[in-house]
């Protein structure tokens, strides 16, 4: 305990920790400002002073106009009164079909919790990594053993603290996301009503959120012991999304039930479900499968991932030599 003590106070004295909480903060309000944006469209154009709205009505209404004018020049020139060319069933696109519909507060906040879930993850690993990586580059961790030369609670406070500043740092992401989101419904009279549900599901979303965000600080700081360089971890990471769950993934359709992507996903959102398509060389077309993953098998996919990294970060820091 004493070790994590003074993990976290020299963790929270770089700088690296306050650039991923401004980092959570800049993500937040620019989830906020696409929510304000759209709801300020969509009252303008109700209130008729959205110019790029009413210049489609006015466009819709001449096209509609010109069909009518053609089909009664056709009809008197032919003598067919029967020929129609659907006129009366232009339609002119609503306001919601132009913009879209905001959902209910529960939803929105639904939709704008899972968006942070990726960036507060990349923070946390990106905090964990440097944290570890900077005090191989400036030799200072040698120095720090001879002080503590015991390895094993070296390496254990070291994952435990960018684990547990990981918290603060996605919570204040997530709090900003939620008042500021209910701050837009209130500003624009929308329904602000949440339910017991929709209080519960977006609770625990933004626990899961944060769960996940302090096994991402965790894995950082173990796969900087692994490779020893804040750039190289990165560089995996974005390597295996590409490679993995991009090129293979796409290949062979048992791949995402595995990957990372998928299963965080299971886990942020109590379980995910996508469509895949077999047998695309019938003639009636493509079957469409529907495969599923529930939060647990999330959890263990996760879990036996952060595990594995853990295993082998702690065997190559025990074994290894420390300049």
């Not at 020049?73 to 129609?84: L, M, P, V, W």
């Not at 900077?134 to 994952?159: D, I, N, Q, Y």
Request: with cysteine.
């Amino acid at each position: 305990m004493r070790l994590l003590v003074v993990e976290l106070r020299r963790l929270v004295a770089r700088k690296v920790v306050w650039l991923t909480l401004l980092g959570a903060v800049a993500v937040s309000l620019v989830s906020v400002a696409g929510i304000f944006s759209q709801a300020r469209q969509i009252d303008a154009a109700r209130a008729g002073g959205d110019s790029d709205y009413q210049r489609m009505v006015e466009e819709s209404e001449f096209q509609q106009e010109e069909c009518l004018r053609m089909q009664d020049q056709d009809r008197r020139q032919s003598g067919d009164a029967s020929i129609d060319y659907g006129c009366a069933d232009w339609q002119v696109p609503t306001i919601e079909e132009f913009y879209g519909q905001l959902p209910s507060l529960a939803e929105q906040l639904g939709y704008a919790l899972q968006g942070m879930a990726y960036p507060v993850m990349f923070l946390a690993l990106a905090m964990g990594s440097t944290a570890v990586a900077a005090e191989f580059a400036h030799r200072t961790m040698g120095t720090w053993l001879t002080f503590v030369p015991r390895r094993t609670p070296v390496f254990v406070s070291k994952l435990l603290a960018p684990a547990l500043a990981a918290l603060p740092m996605t919570l204040v992401g997530l709090a900003v996301v939620w008042l500021g989101v209910t701050l837009v419904y209130r500003i624009f009279e929308l329904d602000t009503a949440l339910g017991a549900d929709g209080w519960s599901s977006t609770l625990w979303m933004a626990v899961r959120i944060a769960g996940l965000a302090m096994v991402a600080g965790a894995f950082g700081a173990a796969a900087a012991f692994l490779v020893r360089h804040t750039g190289v971890v990165l560089g995996l990471m974005i390597g295996y999304l590409v490679l993995v769950e991009g090129m293979i993934g796409s290949m062979f359709g048992w791949v995402p039930r595995y990957g990372l992507a998928r299963n965080i996903g299971a886990w942020v959102q109590d379980g995910t479900s996508w469509s895949t398509y077999t047998d695309c060389q019938r003639m009636e077309g493509c079957r469409e499968v529907t495969q599923t993953l529930s939060l647990t098998h999330g959890a263990v996919v996760i879990g036996v991932v952060l595990v594995v990294v853990t295993v082998a970060a702690w065997f190559r820091f025990r074994t290894a030599d420390v300049d």
